[in-house]
């Protein structure tokens, strides 16, 4: 006979034995007739089952895995055994083997003994009494390879993928997961598996395994000698059985389509046990994952910043790393990568950087980059991304990430305990915007952009965001779980090799890696806002062609213009107010200020190509606005505290310049500004400071860093239109302090500056545009209401007026308005500049 033959002899002898009722004297002969038979060795009965549970067979069984549903490959896991004897006598239990997807386990003796309802045996068996059942833990080794655990590739009817019968498979079917084992939801596909073709079976199939690997118990090996049998033969004389019960799954008929799944996907299956076994047994089957990072990451900056960084100045990102409550951390290392990208206001992306390369414009994009501390850098460096570095600092590797690992200041930790990485990042501040203007060859041209000493093109109205990634790999080591059992009745046996023992902590390290990702949108740190000082303080128009003093023009139409850009004439001075407040999507901390200043005009290349002058009549020598000292209040810019100055500029045209009139910018305001410092924890200063490989300079603050010398960000005033006025205009009143009925005379002068002969137009108002009663009662006036008059080229014309006051205080005369009948254009706008006097007694 085979052997196969010989196994199936041998079970269906043995299951009629014991079916029989059989006294103790035929048994033990029966049994050493047929151990005699078969060679006198251990006689193998071999049972198939569907429910490991049946009380039909001679024992039933249940393992189950108490207070986990997943587990580490490597990791030493408790398994909780049940058994009970369905037989009529005692069984003298001598070992015990649980049949896994991982091979076979071996029960150590001492946990056999640790059983309840047994009684202790000889050479370290118990002894189980009729229908009892018995319940004991054990330790469990799972394998530190994952490949070494086998896979059920069963389906539903029992039959292995590749070989379905009579194609009653689904090919096309999706893997579904319902049971609690399977939450943590990620798809085990082994590098291995996943390097064949789409079209391996072994690939497609392993994808139904979500949430890991499982690891269960499908069968049981048990070696027993019945207690009754030994009484009359003496233990040295008893025939051992070997017992080997496996489940099967139930055949289904061949007709009906099913689609394959994995059994301990469902509730029903992964916690189904006997009737008399509580839930908090555990489920009976586990998912075994590959060795994974405990360690948690956490961004410090974040917390202060809302993932902001300031442009202009360098922003350190700090972060702490707490190893898991059960690891221990060895050889700890990180590796930095980062890449940016603009968002657009169309809502498209551009990407300016990939694989640590640029991909964009570098003269435009200003494309962020790491950086690191250099104190031998004594001067700014220039980068291939356009722009150059605050001096004392350098790029960290290529700008775009590190490609070797560094060591973060404590590259050992045990559980639970903390270590800290830091990591600077820079962009430069935006340059200012080109301007537009018509030379003297009436040509068009623009500025350079020579005016700001850090960063390249402004790139309109994109956002920039910076993604960072920094991978952390370390050596994990996890300590073996202390073993919860019974005092045992005898000491403990030393392991042996078959019980998995690692040789040495060493044997348990497996390298693992953590990757985090974070990112920052760049903002700028601070903005400006200009307007011009009261109207009232300013010249007349004198005939300015700019379209906001057309005579056509209605007043809201005139206001909005006005707006647009301010107009001036040639020679006239003009008080420009400018308020400095923080950008309103930058950080919340606050920034000082150094100093404001005005750059002079002269020293820059624009005074060689642009149509105009600007001088500054007010503020020191050296252009400076305001300079705070140390102890001034005012000196912070931050959420509800801004800073506002007003400055005086006398605008010229430049001699030679062909063209009448011209534009520009009412002068370029600078501020010097450092971020207000953020400390970092006390406990990552002396983590950092104080390791053994200490920074090169001493650490003591995150997020935005002040650094050696200020950052200066520089802002455009507000848009100017400058023109030589075809007339000249001005205005007196004498005496300037009247008496009481005394006369007054209003003396308008009008100088007709250009080649040609114009015609201008007098009015005379009481009310205002607005149709406003505006002079003041207690006033005699008396000269041109209405009128017009002629001027040839260069000429000059005076128009007098004469009022009485009778009344004392200060009193509104009417509005005189003066306009040119040739350019539409107001001379003398009433409305703008109303004449007032006081009169005395």
């Given at each position: 006979?085979?052997?196969?033959?010989?196994?199936?002899?041998?079970?269906?002898?043995?299951?009629?034995?014991?079916?029989?009722?059989?006294?103790?004297?035929?048994?033990?002969?029966?049994?050493?007739?047929?151990?005699?038979?078969?060679?006198?060795?251990?006689?193998?009965?071999?049972?198939?089952?569907?429910?490991?549970?049946?009380?039909?067979?001679?024992?039933?069984?249940?393992?189950?895995?108490?207070?986990?549903?997943?587990?580490?490959?490597?990791?030493?896991?408790?398994?909780?055994?049940?058994?009970?004897?369905?037989?009529?006598?005692?069984?003298?239990?001598?070992?015990?083997?649980?049949?896994?997807?991982?091979?076979?386990?071996?029960?150590?003796?001492?946990?056999?003994?640790?059983?309840?309802?047994?009684?202790?045996?000889?050479?370290?068996?118990?002894?189980?009494?009729?229908?009892?059942?018995?319940?004991?833990?054990?330790?469990?080794?799972?394998?530190?390879?994952?490949?070494?655990?086998?896979?059920?590739?069963?389906?539903?009817?029992?039959?292995?993928?590749?070989?379905?019968?009579?194609?009653?498979?689904?090919?096309?079917?999706?893997?579904?997961?319902?049971?609690?084992?399977?939450?943590?939801?990620?798809?085990?596909?082994?590098?291995?598996?996943?390097?064949?073709?789409?079209?391996?079976?072994?690939?497609?199939?392993?994808?139904?395994?979500?949430?890991?690997?499982?690891?269960?118990?499908?069968?049981?090996?048990?070696?027993?000698?019945?207690?009754?049998?030994?009484?009359?033969?003496?233990?040295?004389?008893?025939?051992?059985?070997?017992?080997?019960?496996?489940?099967?799954?139930?055949?289904?008929?061949?007709?009906?389509?099913?689609?394959?799944?994995?059994?301990?996907?469902?509730?029903?299956?992964?916690?189904?046990?006997?009737?008399?076994?509580?839930?908090?047994?555990?489920?009976?089957?586990?998912?075994?994952?590959?060795?994974?990072?405990?360690?948690?990451?956490?961004?410090?900056?974040?917390?202060?910043?809302?993932?902001?960084?300031?442009?202009?100045?360098?922003?350190?990102?700090?972060?702490?790393?707490?190893?898991?409550?059960?690891?221990?951390?060895?050889?700890?290392?990180?590796?930095?990568?980062?890449?940016?990208?603009?968002?657009?206001?169309?809502?498209?992306?551009?990407?300016?950087?990939?694989?640590?390369?640029?991909?964009?414009?570098?003269?435009?994009?200003?494309?962020?980059?790491?950086?690191?501390?250099?104190?031998?850098?004594?001067?700014?460096?220039?980068?291939?991304?356009?722009?150059?570095?605050?001096?004392?600092?350098?790029?960290?590797?290529?700008?775009?990430?590190?490609?070797?690992?560094?060591?973060?200041?404590?590259?050992?930790?045990?559980?639970?305990?903390?270590?800290?990485?830091?990591?600077?990042?820079?962009?430069?501040?935006?340059?200012?915007?080109?301007?537009?203007?018509?030379?003297?060859?009436?040509?068009?041209?623009?500025?350079?952009?020579?005016?700001?000493?850090?960063?390249?093109?402004?790139?309109?109205?994109?956002?920039?965001?910076?993604?960072?990634?920094?991978?952390?790999?370390?050596?994990?080591?996890?300590?073996?779980?202390?073993?919860?059992?019974?005092?045992?009745?005898?000491?403990?046996?030393?392991?042996?090799?078959?019980?998995?023992?690692?040789?040495?902590?060493?044997?348990?390290?497996?390298?693992?890696?953590?990757?985090?990702?974070?990112?920052?949108?760049?903002?700028?740190?601070?903005?400006?806002?200009?307007?011009?000082?009261?109207?009232?303080?300013?010249?007349?128009?004198?005939?300015?062609?700019?379209?906001?003093?057309?005579?056509?023009?209605?007043?809201?139409?005139?206001?909005?213009?006005?707006?647009?850009?301010?107009?001036?004439?040639?020679?006239?001075?003009?008080?420009?107010?400018?308020?400095?407040?923080?950008?309103?999507?930058?950080?919340?901390?606050?920034?000082?200020?150094?100093?404001?200043?005005?750059?002079?005009?002269?020293?820059?290349?624009?005074?060689?190509?642009?149509?105009?002058?600007?001088?500054?009549?007010?503020?020191?020598?050296?252009?400076?606005?305001?300079?705070?000292?140390?102890?001034?209040?005012?000196?912070?810019?931050?959420?509800?505290?801004?800073?506002?100055?007003?400055?005086?500029?006398?605008?010229?045209?430049?001699?030679?310049?062909?063209?009448?009139?011209?534009?520009?910018?009412?002068?370029?305001?600078?501020?010097?500004?450092?971020?207000?410092?953020?400390?970092?924890?006390?406990?990552?200063?002396?983590?950092?400071?104080?390791?053994?490989?200490?920074?090169?300079?001493?650490?003591?603050?995150?997020?935005?860093?002040?650094?050696?010398?200020?950052?200066?960000?520089?802002?455009?005033?507000?848009?100017?239109?400058?023109?030589t006025a075809p007339f000249s205009t001005k205005v007196q009143i004498s005496p300037p302090s009247p008496k009481i009925g005394t006369p007054i005379e209003i003396s308008i002068s009008i100088s007709n500056n250009t080649g040609a002969n114009q015609t201008i137009a007098l009015s005379v108002s009481e009310k205002d545009e607005d149709g406003k009663d505006h002079v003041s009662d207690g006033v005699l006036f008396s000269g041109m209401m209405n009128g017009e008059v002629r001027l040839s080229p260069r000429e000059s014309a005076k128009v007098v007026y004469t009022a009485v006051a009778w009344k004392v205080g200060r009193l509104s005369l009417p509005l005189i308005s003066v306009s040119s009948l040739r350019y539409k254009t107001w001379i003398v706008k009433g409305d703008d500049s109303p004449l007032d006097i006081f009169v005395t007694p």
């Amino acid at each position: 006979t085979t052997e196969v033959q010989m196994k199936t002899i041998t079970s269906m002898i043995l299951d009629s034995y014991f079916n029989a009722q059989m006294s103790s004297r035929n048994l033990r002969r029966a049994l050493a007739s047929f151990s005699s038979a078969s060679g006198g060795e251990a006689m193998k009965w071999n049972r198939e089952c569907i429910d490991e549970s049946d009380s039909a067979l001679p024992f039933s069984f249940s393992v189950t895995f108490p207070g986990i549903t997943h587990a580490t490959a490597g990791d030493t896991v408790t398994a909780c055994v049940w058994i009970r004897s369905n037989l009529d006598y005692a069984v003298h239990m001598n070992s015990v083997t649980l049949l896994s997807f991982a091979g076979k386990i071996v029960v150590p003796p001492n946990s056999l003994l640790s059983a309840t309802n047994a009684n202790e045996g000889q050479g370290g068996g118990i002894i189980i009494q009729a229908k009892t059942s018995i319940l004991f833990s054990t330790q469990i080794d799972v394998p530190k390879d994952i490949e070494k655990i086998a896979t059920d590739e069963s389906g539903n009817g029992g039959e292995k993928q590749g070989t379905p019968g009579k194609g009653s498979f689904s090919k096309s079917a999706r893997p579904r997961s319902a049971g609690i084992t399977s939450a943590a939801g990620a798809r085990l596909l082994s590098e291995k598996r996943f390097a064949k073709g789409p079209n391996e079976q072994n690939a497609q199939w392993s994808l139904r395994y979500l949430g890991g690997k499982p690891l269960r118990c499908d069968g049981i090996c048990l070696v027993f000698y019945p207690v009754k049998v030994e009484k009359g033969a003496g233990p040295s004389n008893a025939n051992l059985i070997e017992l080997t019960i496996e489940k099967k799954k139930k055949k289904t008929a061949a007709n009906i389509k099913r689609t394959p799944f994995e059994e301990d996907n469902y509730v029903a299956s992964a916690w189904s046990r006997p009737a008399n076994l509580p839930l908090t047994r555990g489920p009976r089957c586990l998912r075994i994952l590959g060795p994974q990072s405990q360690m948690i990451v956490t961004n410090l900056t974040k917390e202060i910043t809302d993932e902001k960084a300031v442009e202009g100045t360098v922003n350190r990102i700090l972060l702490k790393l707490r190893a898991g409550p059960t690891e221990l951390c060895e050889d700890i290392k990180f590796r930095l990568s980062c890449s940016s990208m603009l968002l657009c206001s169309d809502g498209t992306t551009k990407h300016l950087t990939t694989e640590e390369k640029t991909i964009a414009d570098i003269g435009s994009a200003r494309v962020p980059a790491l950086v690191s501390q250099d104190p031998r850098a004594k001067e700014a460096a220039r980068t291939d991304f356009g722009y150059s570095l605050p001096a004392g600092w350098k790029l960290l590797g290529s700008g775009l990430g590190t490609h070797d690992e560094v060591a973060p200041p404590s590259t050992s930790l045990k559980g639970g305990e903390e270590t800290y990485i830091y990591f600077d990042i820079y962009r430069a501040q935006r340059k200012l915007p080109p301007i537009d203007f018509i030379d003297e060859l009436g040509s068009k041209r623009s500025t350079d952009n020579t005016f700001s000493t850090l960063g390249t093109v402004v790139d309109g109205n994109e956002i920039c965001r910076t993604d960072f990634d920094v991978t952390v790999t370390y050596r994990q080591a996890r300590p073996k779980a202390q073993q919860r059992t019974r005092r045992r009745r005898k000491p403990i046996q030393a392991a042996t090799p078959s019980e998995n023992t690692p040789s040495s902590e060493e044997d348990l390290a497996d390298v693992v890696f953590l990757e985090y990702s974070g990112s920052v949108m760049w903002t700028s740190p601070l903005s400006a806002e200009f307007e011009p000082v009261n109207r009232v303080q300013k010249a007349h128009p004198s005939g300015t062609r700019h379209p906001s003093n057309s005579t056509d023009l209605s007043a809201s139409v005139r206001e909005k213009k006005e707006n647009e850009e301010v107009d001036v004439i040639d020679g006239e001075r003009i008080s420009t107010r400018c308020i400095i407040k923080p950008n309103e999507h930058s950080t919340e901390g606050d920034f000082e200020v150094k100093r404001i200043w005005f750059q002079d005009w002269r020293d820059s290349r624009e005074a060689k190509t642009s149509p105009c002058e600007l001088l500054l009549v007010n503020g020191s020598s050296n252009g400076t606005l305001f300079e705070p000292s140390s102890d001034e209040p005012a000196r912070t810019i931050g959420k509800g505290k801004n800073i506002g100055i007003v400055y005086n500029l006398e605008t010229r045209i430049r001699q030679g310049f062909r063209s009448g009139n011209a534009e520009t910018n009412l002068g370029i305001v600078c501020v010097d500004w450092s971020p207000t410092a953020t400390s970092i924890p006390p406990e990552a200063s002396d983590a950092i400071n104080n390791s053994v490989n200490p920074p090169i300079a001493r650490v003591k603050f995150h997020g935005p860093l002040s650094l050696s010398a200020p950052s200066v960000m520089k802002f455009r005033g507000p848009h100017c239109y400058i023109e030589t006025a075809p007339f000249s205009t001005k205005v007196q009143i004498s005496p300037p302090s009247p008496k009481i009925g005394t006369p007054i005379e209003i003396s308008i002068s009008i100088s007709n500056n250009t080649g040609a002969n114009q015609t201008i137009a007098l009015s005379v108002s009481e009310k205002d545009e607005d149709g406003k009663d505006h002079v003041s009662d207690g006033v005699l006036f008396s000269g041109m209401m209405n009128g017009e008059v002629r001027l040839s080229p260069r000429e000059s014309a005076k128009v007098v007026y004469t009022a009485v006051a009778w009344k004392v205080g200060r009193l509104s005369l009417p509005l005189i308005s003066v306009s040119s009948l040739r350019y539409k254009t107001w001379i003398v706008k009433g409305d703008d500049s109303p004449l007032d006097i006081f009169v005395t007694p």
